[in-house]
């Protein structure tokens, strides 16, 4: 095809997502090619705590470790949390969860994005099968043969039997291939930081439902919290506007409780920044000899934490049906492989996405109180009701991917080994 190198699989954008999918992929065999623009900054753990954190499911943590990067996550800086709490802004309801009472070590993990990317890469480099092009972009795609012919800025061409977009919410590639997708604007912002509080976070994530959006403390090993403060927008502003010593009185009001509450008071802050919440759901997820994983495909509000758990499990996902098809002598980027891969992820996906979406609206206007508080007596009430959502939340469900529940590549590759 014109002196166009060929691959097995060809990933655009090595984020968290994009690079989990190009790791194990290769580790099951296939041959990848990684395009992304620019290689992740060395991480550095004397330095300070990053403003973006990702809550990172028990699967999640599960598939990292398949892709061969959570080892050096866990040993470079990881906050595992066994304690949840969830409150009404009223403070009547209140539930929570214990990792023990389901048989759980821990409920997640709060690592920082640049961490989990950087993590990645190092275990990429290791591995047979990849080739980086980067920095690099795609200039022109094309369906050739059943096969997608990709014209980079540096001028390599390359064809792959499949494509795999994970090229973020503003997917170029999603475009290119005229998928299109539902999009909310919610008109409010989350402002992030680093808090120190007195006492310090007893590894507990906490969070309250209030007018305006969501409060969210999330424990750091040190005994700090980084904070997800869901406002309107130019409330949002103005909080990041404020002086340390206002923000922190602001802080500690919105978080105040009884005697023996937690959050403490805030005592001390350190850079905030906001970004737009946004929820956005693809038409689909495959086409012709291509699939989208992760933001190109979802962004779900962060009010469940599962950005980038449903991201990761798409790559499990995905990796999984393409061995099953392999396995059955079926060409691994045939239609039925990648409509069963888009069937099945974007079922999952929109529950969640749909689910956090109605959750939201319930929280928000401030006449429903009532319903809210019988809501959540139910749930804290009822162990199957907390099992169904300890469950979904920790990645482990039963239609989870296989990677997530403890199936490792190893098994998926030699099923007959037992």
Sequence with gaps: MNGAVPYDVAVVGAGMVGAATAALLARSGFSVALIEGREPRPFDAAAEVGLRVSALSPGAADILAEAGAWRLIERTRCSPYRHMAVEDRDEHSVIEFQAAEFGEDSLGFIVENDLVQWALWQALQLMAGVEFFCPDSVREMALEDGERVLTLDSGARLRARLLVAADGA????????????????????????????????????????????????????????????????????????????????????????????????????????????????????????????????????????????????????????????????????????????????????????????????????????????????????????????????????????????GIGLNRLLHPQAG
């Design 170 to 405: 503003d997917s170029r590639i999603r475009r290119l291939l005229g998928i299109g997708q539902d999009h909310w604007e919610y008109g409010q912002a989350g402002v992030v930081g680093v808090v120190e509080t007195t006492p310090p976070n007893p590894a507990l994530a906490w969070q309250r439902f209030m007018d305006g959006g969501p409060l969210a403390f999330l424990p750091l090993a040190d005994g700090r919290s980084s904070i997800v403060w869901s406002r309107p927008e130019a409330e949002a502003q103005r909080l990041l506007a404020l002086d340390d010593a206002a923000f922190l009185d602001e802080l500690g009001v919105a978080a105040a409780g009884g005697p023996d509450h937690w959050p403490g008071t805030p005592v001390s802050c350190g850079p905030r920044a906001a970004f737009p919440l946004t929820m956005r759901l693809s038409d689909r997820y495959a086409a012709p000899a291509a699939v989208l994983v992760g933001d190109a495909a979802h962004v779900v509000h962060p009010l469940a934490g599962q950005g980038v758990n449903l991201g990761l499990l798409d790559a499990a996902g995905l990796v999984e049906v393409l061995i099953e098809a392999r396995h059955a002598g079926a060409a691994f980027a045939a239609p039925r492989v990648l409509e069963k891969y888009d069937r099945w992820r974007r079922s999952e996906a929109e529950v969640m996405c749909r689910g956090v979406h109605g959750i939201r609206g319930l929280f928000m206007p401030a006449g429903l109180g009532p319903l809210r508080r019988v809501g959540l007596g139910l749930v804290a009430r009822s162990w199957m009701a907390r099992e169904t959502f300890i469950r979904r939340a920790t990645g482990r469900n039963s239609n989870a991917p296989a990677l997530a529940r």
